[in-house]
């Protein structure tokens, strides 16, 4: 079984869904300071949908993709309990099609780090870039190096609630440059508790890779922020937002 499968049952419930809700009025500050006007929006590796819905119910027309039809079937649900249409299915962001180009690409929280070489993240961005409309935006955020070696190495993090347990144990292999984090939770189910366990495993890159791969793909890097702010990243910041666009098409030769 893969992972974000009976995960996704608990996902919002997990705190997971804070990160979603801190970073819509982030995005939105961004496209305003941009002068971003759009109508039509790609979530990247979606989950539950909580950043997808934000901007259905601001009047875009959002297609929602995941490998997790587990995750999808969340986001589906919460889009029929407040109305509003989701155009989701379930693909792989390296290889995902969609029937027009869209104005804004996200993605968002880890799903970046969760490919684990290069030329995987690089064909991701080949993707973004095939699929954006000319003058579209990619906004995007990836864990840096120094978030996965200085914070989730050797640490373990604990909720519990009258529902609901979480552990997650995480570990860093520098050689790699990769995060294996390993989840153990225990949902409440009438009078017993149902167990659930998963291991993630993200990679970290410095972030000239990330800018040549985006190169690369046909993108244009625009800004590198530090995640949540409007400060240029140092080295010692956890989460770089980076947001790009297709590239200008050389001279003709």
């Known amino acids: 079984m893969g992972i974000y499968e009976r995960y996704a049952e608990i996902y919002d419930r997990s705190g997971q869904i804070s990160f979603s809700l ?3 009025p982030y995005l939105l500050d961004i496209l305003e300071r941009r002068g971003f006007a759009g109508q039509t929006m790609l979530d990247l590796a979606c989950g539950t949908g909580t950043v997808a819905l934000a901007f259905a119910s601001r009047g875009w027309r959002v297609y929602g993709v995941d490998r997790s039809p587990s995750m999808l079937a969340q986001a589906r649900r919460k889009a029929e309990e407040v109305g509003l249409n989701l155009l989701l299915s379930e693909q792989d962001m390296r290889s995902f099609i969609l029937p027009e180009r869209v104005d804004l690409i996200t993605c968002l929280f880890d799903s970046l780090n969760y490919l684990l070489t290069v030329e995987d993240l690089q064909q991701a961005f080949s993707r973004v870039a095939a699929h954006l409309a000319p003058g579209g935006l990619f906004i995007c955020d990836m864990n840096t ?32 440059r990769m995060a294996t984090v390993r989840l153990v ?33 046909g993108l244009q890097v ?11 990243p140092t080295s010692r910041t956890p989460r770089i937002l980076w947001i790009a666009q297709p590239a200008e098409p050389g001279p003709e030769q």
Do not use: C, Q
């Not at 149902?194 to 190169?215: L, N, Q």
């Open 22 to 24: 801190r970073m819509i």
């Open 145 to 176: 190096i120094w978030a996965l070696s200085e914070i989730w190495d050797n640490n373990v993090y604990f909720s519990e609630n009258n529902e609901l347990s979480i552990i997650m144990e995480s570990s860093f292999d520098r050689d790699m």
């Open 185 to 217: 939770a225990f949902v409440k189910r009438g009078e017993l508790y149902d167990r659930i366990e998963e291991v993630h495993i993200e990679r970290a890159y410095p972030e000239r890779t990330v800018s040549a791969a985006m190169k690369r793909a």
């Open 222 to 232: 625009l800004a590198r922020y530090e995640a949540f702010t409007l400060n240029p």
